[in-house]
């Protein structure tokens, strides 16, 4: 009876084991398919052996094979564009002499020659001591999401460009009509002098002979 309930409670653990591992093998699943949506892969450095992880959607961004690259920080350095590797590599070594979490954007190119930005994002895991253990991050694709800043970019700017012609245009007619304006105050300036002279003369010589209405007149 003994042997008979050892070998059912080893079945039950065999069931369990197996059980567990068809969920770990979902869920390891899911989280690619969550990672190839979201277009963000994760990815670690063991500071004990020194042995760096990518998952599958690292490769994926930068469009190259497991057997192409070996992970590593140098490895991820090499994969950025010439004009970011600089100050990339300086705020990486930074981050392993601070031992402080930290993000920055950069520029890749693909081997097809293609540009793409990527964010990556880090922090480091620490033993009862303080001491590194573990660095992680994630990495990720926002190629798209640049594009659209770009493109609105480009939509305000020419936006602003129309708003500013016709704003630039009624500028310019209203100084012509200031001009005009100008213009015709001056030229009538005389003849209204010479009217107003002549009204002044027949008020004072001719005022008998006006009547009210005429004196109403010049007097206007």
Do not use: C, M
Request: glycine share 4%; proline share 3%; hydrophobic share 35%.
């Amino acid at each position: 009876q003994v042997e008979d309930e050892l070998a059912l409670l080893n079945k039950e653990l065999e069931q369990r084991v197996i059980d567990r591992s068809q969920e770990l093998v979902k869920s390891e699943a899911r989280l690619k398919e969550a990672q190839a949506l979201s277009h963000i892969s994760n990815w670690e450095v063991d500071l004990l052996t020194g042995v760096s992880t990518w998952s599958d959607e690292f490769y994926s961004i930068f469009g190259i094979k497991r057997n192409e690259l070996q992970p590593s920080p140098e490895g991820f350095l090499s994969l950025l564009h010439p004009d970011d590797f600089g100050w990339a590599k300086e705020t990486v070594e930074k981050a392993f002499q601070t031992l402080e979490s930290s993000f920055f954007y950069a520029k890749t190119k693909t081997k097809n020659g293609n540009i793409k930005y990527i964010y990556s994002q880090w922090q480091f895991e620490f033993d009862q001591n303080h001491k590194p253990i573990r660095l992680y991050g994630i990495l990720q694709d926002i190629t798209d999401r640049k594009i659209a800043e770009e493109e609105i970019k480009l939509l305000n700017a020419t936006l602003e460009k129309k708003v500013e012609e016709p704003t630039s245009q009624w500028q310019a007619a209203n100084k012509e009509l200031e001009t005009f304006s100008y213009s015709v105050s001056h030229d009538l300036r005389a003849p209204l002098r010479s009217i107003d002279g002549y009204a002044h003369i027949l008020e004072e010589d001719y005022a008998d002979k006006l009547g009210d209405d005429g004196k109403q007149i010049i007097a206007t």
